[in-house]
Protein backbone atom coordinates (compact mmCIF):
# COMPACT_ATOMS: atom_id res chain seq x y z
CA UNK A 1 0.00 0.00 0.00
CA UNK A 2 2.21 2.21 0.54
CA UNK A 3 5.10 1.39 -2.30
CA UNK A 4 2.09 2.18 -4.45
CA UNK A 5 1.65 5.63 -2.48
CA UNK A 6 4.95 6.30 -3.27
CA UNK A 7 4.57 5.73 -7.35
CA UNK A 8 1.14 7.77 -6.97
CA UNK A 9 3.32 10.83 -5.62
CA UNK A 10 5.87 10.05 -8.08
CA UNK A 11 3.26 10.17 -11.09
CA UNK A 12 1.39 13.27 -9.26
CA UNK A 13 4.54 15.59 -8.78
CA UNK A 14 5.80 14.99 -12.70
CA UNK A 15 2.98 15.72 -14.25
CA UNK A 16 2.63 18.83 -11.54
CA UNK A 17 6.49 19.64 -12.33
CA UNK A 18 7.04 19.64 -8.76
CA UNK A 19 11.07 19.19 -8.83
CA UNK A 20 11.52 18.85 -5.23
CA UNK A 21 8.80 16.04 -4.55
CA UNK A 22 9.92 13.87 -7.85
CA UNK A 23 13.52 14.01 -6.33
CA UNK A 24 13.10 13.00 -3.14
CA UNK A 25 10.42 10.21 -4.44
CA UNK A 26 12.97 9.05 -6.60
CA UNK A 27 15.59 8.99 -3.43
CA UNK A 28 13.14 6.42 -1.33
CA UNK A 29 11.98 4.86 -4.48
CA UNK A 30 15.76 4.24 -4.99
CA UNK A 31 16.77 3.67 -1.33
CA UNK A 32 13.52 1.09 -0.80
CA UNK A 33 14.67 -1.16 -4.22
CA UNK A 34 18.09 -1.68 -2.65
CA UNK A 35 16.16 -2.86 0.17
CA UNK A 36 14.38 -5.41 -1.57
CA UNK A 37 17.59 -6.15 -3.37
CA UNK A 38 18.72 -7.39 0.22
CA UNK A 39 15.60 -8.74 1.53
CA UNK A 40 15.92 -11.11 -1.19
CA UNK A 41 18.80 -13.84 0.40
CA UNK A 42 16.27 -13.74 3.35
CA UNK A 43 13.21 -15.45 1.11
CA UNK A 44 11.50 -12.15 1.09
CA UNK A 45 10.69 -12.26 -3.02
CA UNK A 46 7.46 -9.61 -3.16
CA UNK A 47 9.62 -6.80 -1.44
CA UNK A 48 10.31 -5.76 1.90
CA UNK A 49 6.76 -4.63 3.85
CA UNK A 50 4.86 -1.31 5.34
CA UNK A 51 6.39 -1.82 8.73
CA UNK A 52 9.96 -1.80 7.19
CA UNK A 53 9.45 1.09 4.33
CA UNK A 54 8.45 3.07 7.56
CA UNK A 55 11.44 2.55 9.33
CA UNK A 56 13.54 3.34 5.91
CA UNK A 57 11.55 6.86 5.68
CA UNK A 58 12.35 7.45 9.20
CA UNK A 59 15.70 6.63 8.93
CA UNK A 60 15.92 9.20 5.82
CA UNK A 61 14.37 11.75 8.16
CA UNK A 62 16.96 11.30 10.70
CA UNK A 63 19.95 11.33 8.25
CA UNK A 64 18.49 14.84 7.12
CA UNK A 65 18.13 16.22 10.19
CA UNK A 66 21.56 15.51 11.11
CA UNK A 67 22.49 16.64 7.72
CA UNK A 68 20.59 19.84 8.72
CA UNK A 69 22.44 20.30 11.88
CA UNK A 70 25.85 20.24 10.15
CA UNK A 71 25.04 22.59 7.35
CA UNK A 72 23.37 25.14 10.00
CA UNK A 73 27.36 25.09 11.63
CA UNK A 74 28.80 25.53 8.06
CA UNK A 75 26.44 28.57 7.73
CA UNK A 76 24.87 26.74 4.57
CA UNK A 77 20.76 27.89 4.67
CA UNK A 78 20.39 27.02 1.43
CA UNK A 79 21.42 23.28 2.04
CA UNK A 80 19.30 23.08 5.26
CA UNK A 81 16.68 24.40 3.38
CA UNK A 82 16.94 21.87 1.09
CA UNK A 83 16.87 18.91 3.45
CA UNK A 84 13.86 20.84 5.18
CA UNK A 85 12.00 20.68 2.32
CA UNK A 86 12.88 16.32 1.68
CA UNK A 87 11.41 15.93 5.36
CA UNK A 88 8.22 17.48 4.13
CA UNK A 89 7.68 15.55 1.46
CA UNK A 90 9.13 12.17 2.92
CA UNK A 91 6.90 13.21 6.22
CA UNK A 92 3.91 12.97 3.96
CA UNK A 93 4.22 9.03 3.90
CA UNK A 94 4.24 8.23 7.68
CA UNK A 95 1.19 8.51 9.76
CA UNK A 96 0.62 11.59 11.96
CA UNK A 97 3.70 11.39 14.58
CA UNK A 98 2.64 11.47 18.43
CA UNK A 99 2.92 14.38 19.61
CA UNK A 100 5.43 14.37 23.33
CA UNK A 101 2.85 14.25 25.65
CA UNK A 102 1.30 11.32 23.84
CA UNK A 103 4.39 9.61 23.59
CA UNK A 104 5.22 10.13 27.42
CA UNK A 105 1.78 8.66 28.24
CA UNK A 106 2.43 5.63 25.89
CA UNK A 107 5.38 4.78 27.35
CA UNK A 108 3.68 5.26 30.90
CA UNK A 109 1.58 2.73 30.26
CA UNK A 110 4.27 0.01 28.62
CA UNK A 111 5.80 0.47 31.77
CA UNK A 112 2.81 0.25 34.08
CA UNK A 113 1.94 -2.91 31.84
CA UNK A 114 4.95 -4.96 31.37
CA UNK A 115 5.48 -4.16 35.66
CA UNK A 116 9.00 -2.83 34.49
CA UNK A 117 11.36 -1.66 37.75
CA UNK A 118 14.56 -0.64 36.58
CA UNK A 119 17.04 0.24 33.50
CA UNK A 120 17.01 -3.70 33.43
CA UNK A 121 13.59 -3.94 31.51
CA UNK A 122 14.58 -0.71 29.06
CA UNK A 123 15.15 -3.20 26.15
CA UNK A 124 11.58 -4.57 26.99
CA UNK A 125 9.38 -1.52 27.08
CA UNK A 126 11.29 -0.50 23.73
CA UNK A 127 9.84 -3.59 22.42
CA UNK A 128 6.89 -3.51 23.18
CA UNK A 129 6.94 0.40 22.35
CA UNK A 130 8.03 -0.13 18.75
CA UNK A 131 5.75 -3.11 18.21
CA UNK A 132 2.69 -1.15 18.75
CA UNK A 133 3.49 2.17 17.91
CA UNK A 134 5.68 1.28 14.62
CA UNK A 135 6.10 4.20 12.77
CA UNK A 136 3.70 7.32 14.52
CA UNK A 137 6.27 7.20 17.86
CA UNK A 138 9.94 9.20 17.66
CA UNK A 139 12.01 6.13 19.31
CA UNK A 140 14.71 8.24 20.38
CA UNK A 141 12.44 10.54 22.37
CA UNK A 142 10.65 7.54 24.32
CA UNK A 143 13.66 5.94 24.80
CA UNK A 144 14.99 8.91 26.63
CA UNK A 145 11.42 9.23 28.58
CA UNK A 146 11.76 5.42 29.10
CA UNK A 147 15.04 5.63 30.76
CA UNK A 148 14.17 8.74 33.12
CA UNK A 149 10.86 6.71 34.07
CA UNK A 150 13.03 3.82 35.01
CA UNK A 151 15.31 5.93 36.96
CA UNK A 152 18.34 6.08 34.39
Known sequence: MLRQQLNDALKGAMLS???????TVRLILAALKDRDIAARPRGVADGIGDDEIL???????????ES????EQGGRQDLAG?????IAVIERFLPRQMSEGETAEAVAAVIAEL??????????????????????MDFT??????KAALGG
Request: glycine share 10%.
Open 82 to 86: QEREE
Open 141 to 146: KASAQA
Open 55 to 65: QLLQSMIKQRR
Open 17 to 23: KETRTVA
Open 115 to 136: GAGGLKDMGRVMAALKERFAGC
Open 68 to 71: IALY
